[in-house]
Nanobody, 119 residues
Framework: VQLQASGGGLVQPGGYLRLSCLAS????????IGWFRQAPGKEREGTSC???????YYADFMKGRFTISRDNAKKTVYLQMYSLKPEDTAIYYC??????????????WGQGTLVTVSS
């Protein structure tokens, strides 16, 4: 049972990145998947989540800039991030989730992928 996050990297302010979360060892179709992030010196926080039937939820500070989607055939959840800001710099994690972004889920977590927004 594993989630593997990828797609992070260095991007300039205003840029775009797409993160991927690949599931293996379990039927991802039945689970909500969330993206969480942890910036240096800060607590981990929820950014977005997609339920097993495709409903999406976003933290207020993400709305309009991030889009979460899923492709069950590829066992992958994506996070498209637009208009990136330096304050978006963080390690991004995916995890199985009930999509309550106010708390961290007690499910399967991926290993994280680093996003750095800097000129």
């Amino acid at each position: 049972v594993q989630l593997q996050a990828s797609g992070g990297g260095l991007v300039q302010p205003g840029g775009y990145l797409r993160l991927s979360c690949l599931a293996s060892g379990f039927a991802m179709d039945y689970f909500g998947i969330g993206w969480f992030r942890q910036a240096p010196g800060k607590e981990r926080e929820g950014t977005s989540c997609i339920t097993n039937d495709g409903a999406t939820y976003y933290a207020d500070f993400m709305k309009g800039r991030f889009t979460i989607s899923r492709d069950n055939a590829k066992k992958t959840v994506y996070l498209q991030m637009y208009s990136l800001k330096p304050e978006d710099t963080a390690i991004y994690y995916c995890a199985t989730s009930d999509c309550d972004l106010s708390r961290l889920p007690n499910g399967v977590w991926g290993q994280g992928t680093l996003v750095t927004v800097s000129s």
